[in-house]
């Protein structure tokens, strides 16, 4: 079964960066897609971040381009979000995820997603 580790959570001031990790196991990792997605309370979850099993493609959504960077490492089985010039609007809980890849189409929709890890809250101060 695979699970889903995340860390690097935590209390920043607006401007400032953090980097989320986060670990998979049980499965083979270079085969899957991996995503960072975020929740606030009261909000629905959205898509943050996505990229292919191979590392080739990412997608952004609009209100992080050119702040957040996603990345893997294969032979680290772990997934990184970096995340500058953070924004009060950035404050919610980030959850890391797993979609088998079959197709070779980039998962964007966090209901394409089979596994989920826990979640680590990022909250920015202004």
């Known amino acids: 079964q695979v699970q889903l580790v995340e860390s690097g959570g935590g209390l920043v001031q607006a401007g400032n960066s953090l980097r989320l990790s986060c670990v998979f196991s049980g499965r083979a990792f270079s085969r899957y897609d991996m995503g960072w997605f975020r929740q606030d309370p009261g909000k629905e979850r959205e898509t943050v971040a996505v990229i292919s099993w191979s590392g080739d493609s990412t997608y952004y959504s609009n209100f992080v381009k050119g702040r957040f960077t996603i990345s893997r490492d294969n032979g680290k089985n772990t997934v990184y979000l970096q995340m500058n010039s953070l924004k009060p609007e950035d404050t919610a809980v980030y959850y890391c995820?797993?979609?088998?890849?079959?197709?070779?189409?980039?998962?964007?929709?966090?209901?394409?997603?089979?596994?989920w890890g826990q979640g680590t809250q990022v909250t920015v101060s202004s």
């Open positions: 995820a797993a979609a088998f890849s079959l197709s070779g189409r980039l998962k964007k929709v966090d209901g394409e997603y089979d596994y």
